[in-house]
């Protein structure tokens, strides 16, 4: 069994944050893959399913980012489960909008949710780093997390969560590599080589096929067709 955490924070005033695009992606996820209903439970809401082969539980906890530990902690106890056995999926500042990575371990860089996970299980669980920019300065970086993503924003986040979704079954297995080609089939898909032509490109037209032939006949030969 594994669990896919996804950080944000609770309620509608943040739904549509920067900062809860983790909660976005295991919306995505369960809404493509058939999961069971959104319940209370672990300070959070869990839904129930399968991805592939394997038993996973989305979890979105309820605790506000900069207490997410508290959830992650007591779900991963319950199940007697592994910090291995954790993936999160958090909005990553030094990422490029649109962009994915997936990491395994290693330090928070001063997410608050991760700093809180740490606490509680460690730093031995896996991350897929969701790309929404950085705003340019430090001081900007509260605002603009806690801010809507904006409508220009709104293509590039739908192929990110889409894509998510359909390599979800890849990540549950383990292949990361599918995993990053599935989404990347959906940010960046490849080009059709089916494209017409530009105009530019079609053979010019055959002069010789528009000038009327050379008439040869001699003065005496015009004169008899005339009377023909």
């Known amino acids: 069994m594994q669990i896919f955490v996804g950080l944000g924070n609770p309620g509608a005033k943040y739904a549509r944050n920067r900062h809860n695009i983790g909660f976005m992606a295991l919306d995505r996820i369960a809404e493509a893959h058939g999961f069971g ?25 309820e605790t506000f980012m900069n207490r997410s530990g508290q959830s992650v902690g007591e779900a991963m106890r319950f199940y ?67 801010h809507d993503f904006a409508k220009a924003e709104e293509g590039w986040l739908d192929d990110l969560l889409r894509g998510i979704a359909d390599g979800a079954p890849d990540l549950a297995a383990g292949d990361t590599g599918k995993f990053m080609n599935a989404v990347a089939l959906r940010v960046a898909p490849p080009r059709s080589g089916g494209a017409a032509k530009p105009a530019k490109d079609k053979p010019a037209p055959d002069k010789a096929a528009e000038t009327p032939p050379e008439d040869i006949r001699s003065p005496l030969q015009k004169l008899a067709d005339r009377f023909r």
Not at 45 to 59: F, T
Not at 94 to 122: C, E, T
């Open 80 to 146: 007697k489960l592994a910090p291995e056995d954790i993936t999160v999926f958090h909005d990553e500042l030094d990422l490029a909008p649109g962009k994915a990575r997936v990491k395994q371990g290693g330090g928070h860089a001063g997410h608050n949710g991760l700093r809180s996970i740490h606490a509680h299980i460690g730093e031995n669980y896996a991350r897929v780093r969701l790309g929404i920019g950085h705003p340019g300065h430090k001081d900007k970086v509260a605002a603009y997390v806690l």
């Open 37 to 61: 209903p959104w319940k209370a439970r672990f300070q959070g809401q869990v839904a129930e399913g399968r991805l592939g082969s394997e038993k996973v539980l989305l979890l979105k906890p």
